[in-house]
């Protein structure tokens, strides 16, 4: 993903530094989280989830941005990857439980150590099936843009 790509407005470029580890930090307004918050559309809205949808497409339902990086006020969509919401595994405390007994995903990938992401909230994910799902978001994408609409 190219710094400075035009699809992200000029005035988010501006107040993104791009750190010697990748990072894409924002410069401007941090929430109590350490989260980048930018107004768009006159709505108060999270610069990681911002960049993501701008650069790659829609979050897939049911999941978060999670930054690969640990830096909360980055932006490169490169550091970001979906994940479970947190209130959805609060809420299912028995499914995923049960989850945890699985040696598979619900898409028949095993669970090994290369294919298996702990998330932060120490839930199990798939990469097989992660990786699909940002694929396929970022086709959604692409048509889109390929029909002359924007997100
Ligand atoms: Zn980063
Ligand atoms: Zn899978």
Known sequence: MAFGNPL????IWARLRHTPDGCWEWTA?????GYGKVSLHGACKSVHRV???LL??????GLDLDHLCRNRACGNPDHLEPVPKRTNILRGQGL???NARKTHCKHGHEFTTENTRITPI???????CAKAHARASHERHMA???AGRTP
Do not use: F, S, W
């Open 29 to 33: 307004h941090l929430n109590y989280k």
């Open 96 to 98: 995923a439980a049960k």
């Open 51 to 53: 960049m993501y949808q």
């Open 122 to 128: 120490g839930h199990r994910e798939c990469r097989t």
């Open 8 to 11: 992200v407005p000029d005035r």
């Open 144 to 146: 889109r843009m390929a």
């Open 56 to 61: 790659v497409g829609p979050i897939p339902d």
